[in-house]
């Protein structure tokens, strides 16, 4: 039971564009939401997080909105740049300070120059 | 720099044998966790551990162990009973309490794969 789902499995955009990347969750419980940014090889970093009090954050290039009667979160990159180019990935958990979470498969966004 | 250092980076192994996987931080986080990436999957917890000589399984512990003897260090040993063991693992850490909210960090990972 995939309780954390990102369903495009990769997304590519124009450089200076926007990039958007869905997340879907099934759990009610999840308070707090998470985007993680991975390389090849690399552990993933986070990059930005919001709980459920909110319905936005922003920080930088980075907003993230989350929709809770539609279990919906989204991560925006405006304007996207060809670093941004990496796998990203939507987790959730119960409460926040816990390592725990249930992380989505990933998205892998490509940048184009 | 403080960081969680995973060793070793690449390891191959072959079928019945039980291997460790090393992971060190000096964040002086007290929490410690174990994570396997498969393709086209997100990470999955195997095992965690919140304080000294403590730990929980995850959602997939078996065919895995670890150990928390001390802070700073938790290895986690893939043994010959894990059907599958080729994959990314990756150790990660947060600190317990304080104000405000703590996110998991994470070192570069393990890759594991079984010949």
């Known amino acids: 039971d995939q309780q954390v789902k990102q369903n495009s499995p990769s997304l590519s955009v124009q450089e200076g564009r926007i990039s958007i990347l869905n997340c879907d969750y099934t759990n009610s419980m999840f308070d707090y939401f998470l985007w993680y940014k991975k390389y090849p090889a690399e552990g993933p970093t986070f990059l930005i997080s919001?709980?459920?009090?909110?319905d936005k954050n922003e920080d930088g290039r980075f907003t993230v909105f989350l929709n809770k009667s539609a279990k919906h979160l989204s991560l925006h990159i405006v304007p996207s740049q060809p670093g941004d180019s990496a796998v990203y990935f939507c987790?959730?958990?119960?409460?926040?300070?816990?390592?725990?979470?249930?992380f989505g498969q990933g998205t892998t966004l490509q940048v184009k120059p | 720099d403080g960081g969680i250092t995973q060793s070793p980076k690449y390891l191959f192994r072959k079928e019945g044998q039980n291997v460790t996987l090393s992971c060190e931080q000096n964040l002086n986080h007290d929490a410690m966790y174990w994570y396997r990436q498969d393709p086209g999957q997100g990470l999955r917890l195997i095992y965690y551990?919140?304080?000294?000589?403590?730990?929980q399984k995850g959602d997939i512990a078996e065919g895995y162990s670890v150990s928390r003897e001390k802070k700073e260090s938790f290895p986690l040993t893939v043994t010959s009973a894990q059907k599958n063991p080729t994959a990314f693992y990756l150790c990660?850490?947060?600190?317990?309490?304080?104000?405000?909210?703590?996110?998991?960090?994470f070192g570069a990972g393990s890759r594991l794969t079984v010949l």
């Open positions: 551990s919140q304080i000294v000589n403590d730990f």
């Open positions: 990660a850490s947060i600190p317990r309490g304080g104000s405000g909210a703590n996110v998991l960090t």
């Open positions: 987790a959730a958990s119960v409460g926040s300070n816990t390592g725990k979470l249930i």
């Open positions: 919001i709980s459920s009090i909110k």
